[in-house]
C-alpha cells in the first residue's frame, strides 16, 4: 500500500491546530505525525518527523511562521510548506512565496480546498488560488518600499514622530521627512494615518 501524505500541522491557537489536525485526520491517505504552536517547536518537530506536507500560520504568538518557514526549508530544501493563515495582504503572501512557501491558502477557505492543496503540494505542484494570484498582480503593479521606508512606516505605525524616528533610525529629520514622502506617493495616500491603513492591509508592517 501507499504510504500516507505525513503532515505537520502549526498554528499558535489549539483550537485551530486541532481542528486542522481532524481535517486531515478524516483522509484515509493523510496522517497528522505531529502539532506545534511556536516557531521553535515546528522546526524542531520538522526536524524529528520530516512529514511530507508542513501546515504553517504567519503569526505564531511572539514569533514568526515566515522564520519557521525559512528555517525548516534550510534543514531540507525540498520541504513542502503550505502557509494557513488569516492574513490576506498582497506583501504576506509575497514573503511568504519568497520564503519557500509551495502554496498559500486563507484559513477561511473550505476544508476541501485544504486537502485538495495538500494533495497537490505533495504531487509537487505550487496551486495559486484565483484570489492570491489576483493580490500578487495587483502587487507587482504598485512601487515597491525599500528596507529604508519600511523601518520608517513601522516606527510611523508605532506612533514615533519624525524626531523619534530619526533617532532610533540614526538619520536626519530631513531624511526622514523624505523617506515619508516617498511612502505617501508608493502607497498612494497623503497622511499617516492612511499610510498606516494601507499598511496593514497589504500586510507591509503589523500592528501587535
Known sequence: M???????????????????????????????????????????????????????????????GIDALRRIKQIKPTAHVIVM????????????????????????????????TVREVHAGGQPVSPDVQARLDERASMPTLTAREVEVLDLVAAGRRNKEIALALNISDDTVQVHIKNIFAKLRVNERTSAV???VQRGIVHLD
Do not use: W
Not at 478524516?26 to 522546526?43: G, H, I, Q, Y
Not at 498582497?90 to 491558502?105: M, P
Open 85 to 116: 493563515t488569516m492574513y490576506k495582504g498582497d506583501e504576506d503572501i509575497h514573503r511568504a512565496l519568497v520564503a519557500g512557501a509551495a502554496a498559500y491558502l486563507l484559513k477561511d477557505a473550505l476544508s476541501n480546498d485544504l486537502i485538495r
Open 197 to 199: 491603513k494601507v499598511a
Open 2 to 64: 501507499t504510504p500516507p501524505i505525513h503532515v505537520l500541522c502549526v498554528d499558535d491557537h489549539r483550537i485551530v491546530r486541532e481542528g486542522m489536525a481532524l481535517i486531515i485526520d478524516r483522509e484515509p491517505d493523510m496522517k497528522v505525525v505531529a502539532l506545534a504552536d511556536t516557531a521553535d517547536e515546528a522546526v524542531a518537530q520538522f526536524a524529528q518527523h520530516q512529514p511530507d506536507i508542513t501546515l504553517m500560520d504567519l503569526r505564531l504568538g511572539q514569533s514568526s
